[in-house]
């Protein structure tokens, strides 16, 4: 079986991500408050969850030995939707490259944009075929099936198609510069990869339910296959409990000194805070269960832990309309500004509470990040 290569190889995107999520920010070496302990971000600009299609599609099929990024997505992706690392400068500069923008265009700097729009929109899930689409021809060499087989095959390849398409179209064709609209963005992508699940359930559990025992070795056998060349493998709920990463901290003394609540609103700040609080315990209680041996049993617990992450968002956003609707306008930007605030002091959230310098936390950046180059450089590396 040839290696994966480009965009199938795992640790390529998340090198990707990497590079690219704190490009606006001028980050060099990916050190981000928000980023995944694994490598790799849950934010990139405007887009959440990037590559999610490829992520979904690894965990199930090779599980965590192969990919362990699946798992990374959690708690502190939500955190970084309440208090978004980026803003407005730093986002106009991917905004140009989102799929569908019809904003206003950048100055020309005599570079094409045609390359670097289509590949954000790879970021955002517009996966090609031969790239992010089932490895039909892969399977049909190992397990040799029978005429019932090869059209459940073709059946599960074409369904593949359809829930990538689905999750291409969560995402964002306008930035997302406050709170509540992050969160809706957020919830809007996790329930695409929902939907993208409940597309290819039917299909894989009938292919995999036509297989022979030895046939199904022979899937285990390229699973094993897969993971060589990979990082040491982890069992499938090594991401879990004391294996996850720690939470981010609340920024309480941040809000108080930069938003500065009245009495009233602190209520509500304090119903957010219990709602995050919340959403967290109920997130740690969430593991990719260790019996998920098969890509059925693994898909399962995709969907389980995608209904996680909704219930948690569920969870949060109405405290936080409630708590953002009683805001005045310049209480409302102090509290967008908190996550980039600290991007200026280069501090992680749970390191202090301690305000950072002022001004530095603003960086212009009037033509964008070259998104579309980087990828394509990550990709030949």
């Known amino acids: 079986m040839g290696r994966p290569g480009g965009l199938r190889n795992p640790m390529t995107r998340a090198a990707i991500t990497t590079a690219a999520a704190g490009a606006a920010l001028g980050y060099r070496n ?172 039917p299909a894989l559990e009938k292919f995999y339910g036509l297989l022979t025992d030895d046939q199904k070795a022979k899937v285990t056998a390229l699973v094993a296959d897969q993971h060589r060349g990979q990082r040491e493998a982890a069992p499938d709920n090594a991401n879990c409990n004391a294996a996850q990463p720690a939470a981010i901290a609340w920024p309480g003394d941040v809000i108080e000194r930069s938003v500065k609540p009245t009495d009233a609103q602190r209520a509500s700040l304090d119903a957010l805070r219990d709602a995050a609080t919340k959403a967290e315990d109920t997130l740690k209680s969430s593991c990719p269960p260790a019996e998920a041996r098969t890509p059925p049993a693994r898909l399962a617990a995709v969907e389980a832990r995608l209904d996680t992450m909704l219930q948690a968002i569920g969870t949060v956003r109405p405290a936080l309309d409630t708590f953002y609707a009683a805001l005045s306008d310049e209480q409302k930007a102090a509290f967008d500004a908190v996550g980039p605030e600290r991007n200026g002091g280069r501090t992680t959230m749970a390191a202090s509470n301690e305000e950072p310098p002022r001004g530095r936390h603003r960086r212009h950046h009037h033509h964008g990040p070259n998104i579309g180059g980087m990828i394509f450089r990550m990709i030949g590396l």
Not at 88 to 107: E, I, K, T
């Open 30 to 201: 990916g050190d981000g408050w928000w980023r995944h302990a694994n490598g790799g971000y849950g934010w990139v600009g405007p887009v959440f969850w990037p590559y999610a299609y490829y992520d979904l599609y690894d965990y199930t099929w090779w599980g965590a030995g192969y990919d362990p990024y699946f798992w990374d997505y959690g708690y502190n992706d939500l955190y970084a939707g309440l208090f978004g690392p980026y803003d407005y400068d730093a986002l106009s500069g991917y905004a140009f490259y989102l799929p569908g923008y019809a904003g206003p265009r950048p100055p020309s700097t005599g570079r094409s944009r045609t390359g670097q729009a289509a590949t954000l929109a790879d970021m955002c899930g517009s996966d090609r075929s031969d790239i992010a689409g089932f490895p039909i021809e892969q399977f049909r060499s190992a397990i040799q099936p029978n005429t019932e087989q090869s059209a459940a095959l073709d059946d599960l390849a074409g369904t593949s198609q359809k829930a990538s398409a689905t999750i291409l179209d969560s995402c964002p064709k306008d930035v997302p510069l406050t709170a509540p609209s992050r969160l809706a963005a957020m919830q809007q992508r996790l329930q695409a990869m929902r939907d993208a699940v409940g597309i290819l359930q």
